[in-house]
C-alpha cells in the first residue's frame, strides 16, 4: 500500500462497498495507518483538520433531536475549550441515508427525487384516467347486459366483483408487460451509467440500479391499487343504472349527455392538464440544459487533456514527488501538439476541491461568528494559462513563490467582492488559521468561473501554488494543438519512461469532464427523462381526447342523421362535434397552466439561468397541446360528416 507492506488480516461480504455513494471500494486500513497516505502528520495535530465522516449507532430508544441535543453540547464545549479551531464549527446529525453522496446534500436531492417521483405519479395518473375513461365507455356499452343480469338475480357485490376483476386482471397484465420493459430499460441504463461513472482503469465506482424484488413488489403493488381504484368507480355507476329504464327498447341510443358523460369529460380535462404539466416540465429542463451548455465556464475546455496520478501510490516521498513532477513537466513540454502544462490538485468538474475557513486580516471573526468556508485549489504558475483562466489583476504565480517565500494566494472576483468589497484585494492578507495568522498575500484576482458542479451563482474560490502548499496527488493539464486523445499513447509513454511501476488513475480531455456527472450529465438526464415523460403524457392525452369525441359521436349517430336529414350543412356538423373537444381542451389548457406554474415554483432550484414562469414555454406547450388535441379532435369529427342519414336513421 503506497509502497509498503499490509497484510491482509480479514474479508468484507461481497456485497459490502464501504459507507461511500458509489464507490466500490476494495480494501480498508486501520486509521492509525493514516501515515502510510500522509507524511506530513499534520492529521493527528491539526484540529482543524476534518476529514474524518463520524458515523455512530443510535442506542434503542434514542431519537436524532435527543441525538442532536447531545452533540451540540460536546460541540459547544469543543468550542469554549479550543476556540481558535473550533469556535463556529456546528455539528449535524444526518440519518446515513440521507447523507449519501454526502450530508451536504442531503437536503438537495430528496427535492429531484421528490419532484420526478411527481412526474411519474402524473404520468401514472395519465394512464389511469385513459383505462378508467375506457372502462366507464365499456360499462355505458354493457349497461343492457348488467341490467339483465340484475333482473336474473345477480347481487350488487356480485356485479361490482366482476367488473373490478375485468380491471385487474388486465392491470396485472400490463405490469407484467411493465416489469419487463423495466428490467430491460434498467439493463440499458445501467450500462449507460457504469460507463458514464467508471473511469478509464475501471477503478473504484459502483451504481447498483439492478432489478430486485422490492422494485417488482413496487410495481405489483401499485399495478394493483390502480386496478382496483380505476375499475371501482366504473362498476358502481353501472350498478346503480335503473333496471327497468335500461331494459326498455331502444335505451342503448341514449344521447352520452349526462353523468357518465360529464364524469368521462373531467378526466379528459385532467388528462390535459397532466400532460400540459408535463411538457412544460420538461420544456423546462431543455431549456435549462440549453443555458449550461451555451454558459460560459471561467475557462477553456477545448484541446485540454486531463491526466490524474499520484507517485506516493509507488511509495515516493515529498523530494521524489516534487522531483518527477518537475521531470515530467519537462518531458511532455516536448510532445508535439503540446502547447502548454501545467498541474493542480484538481481541474473543474474534476476532484472536488479542498476548503478552508477564511480568516481576512483586519476583519476578525468574533467568538459568536462562524468562519466563511471557501473551496480552494493548489496550481502550478502556468495552470492559468493553460486553462486559459483569465487573470484580472494582479499576477500569476511564478517559480519564486516556493516554500519558503512569502505565501500568495490569487483569489477570483467573487472572492475579492465578499471580503474587499470597494477595495483594491492586491496586498491585502488573510489567514487559513485564525485571526491571527499565518497570513497569505493576495497578489492576483482571476475571474469568477465553474469549479465543481455547473451553477448560476459565482462562489468565492482562491488559488495556491503548489510549491508552497504540497501534495503529492495531482491533475497534470495539457493544452494542444492537435486532438488530445492522439497524444494519450505519448503522455503515457513519458511518464512511465520517469516512473515504470506508477499507475495512471484517469486520462480525460476536459471536455469529457464538463460532459461528466459534475458537469453536463445530471442537467441532460433531468432534460432526457422529463421530455419522454412528457411525450407519454402528451400520447395518453391525445388518446384521451379522440377517445372521448370518438365515442360521443358514435352514441350520437342517430341525432346526427337527423341533423343531416333536416338540412344541416357539413361545416355545421363539424362545428357541433368540435366544440366538445374544444370545450375539453381549453379546460385542460387552463387547468394545465396554474398546476405547471405551481410545479415550476417548486422546481425553481433545480434550473440554470431560466425564468421558472417562462412566458415563451408556457405558451408554446400550451398552444402545441391545443393544436395536437385539436388534430386528435378533428379525425372523429370528419367522420362524423361523412354519416349517411339513411343509415344514421336506422342506427340501433
Known sequence: MDGKQAIVIGVTPREFNGTVFALDIDAFLPLSALSLIDDSGSFWTARDDRRLNVM?????????KQAQSSIDVIAGRLASQYPEADKGVQVRVVPERFARPGAFVATFVPVIASLFLVLAGLVLLLACTNVANMLLVRATARSREIAIRSALGASRARIIRQV???SLLMALLGSVAGILLGSASLAVSGSFLHSVFTNRNNRGFSLDVSFDWRVVVYASVTAILAGILVGLWPALRA????????LQEGSRGASPLGGKSAVRSALTVAQLACSLVLLIAAGLFVR???????????????????????PHEIGYDQAQTTAFYE????????????????????????????????FVQGHPVSARERPTVIPYDCISPTYLQTMQVPLVKGRQFTDADREAATPVAIVNQAMAKRFWPNEDPIGRYFSMKSNTGPFVKVVGVAGDGQYFFISTAAEPYFYLPLAQNFDSYRFLQLRTSVPPQSIVS??????????PDLPIDDIRTMQQLVQGIAGLFIFRLAAT??????FLGLTLAIIGVYGVVSYSVSRRTHEIGIRVAIGASRNDILKLVCRQGFELIGAGVCAGLIAAWALARAMASLLLNVNPADPGT??????LLTLVALAGCLIPARHATRIDPNSALRHE
Open 56 to 64: 455512530g449507532r443510535l442506542k434503542q430508544g434514542t431519537t436524532l
Open 164 to 166: 373490478v376483476t375485468e
Open 239 to 246: 350498478t346503480r343504472a335503473d333496471v327497468n329504464v335500461e
Open 288 to 310: 435549462s440544459l440549453n443555458s449550461a451548455e451555451h454558459m460560459y465556464l471561467g475557462f477553456n475546455p477545448d484541446q485540454v487533456l486531463n491526466v490524474v496520478m499520484d
Open 327 to 358: 521531470e515530467l513537466g519537462d518531458e511532455v513540454r516536448r510532445i508535439p501538439g503540446v502547447q502548454s502544462a501545467s498541474l493542480a490538485f484538481t481541474v473543474p468538474m474534476g476532484f472536488p476541491s479542498k476548503t478552508t475557513p477564511v
Open 490 to 499: 505519448s503522455v503515457e509513454g513519458r511518464i512511465h519512461k520517469l516512473a
Open 529 to 534: 427523462v422529463a421530455a419522454i415523460m412528457g
Open 618 to 623: 408556457f405558451t408554446g406547450f400550451a398552444v
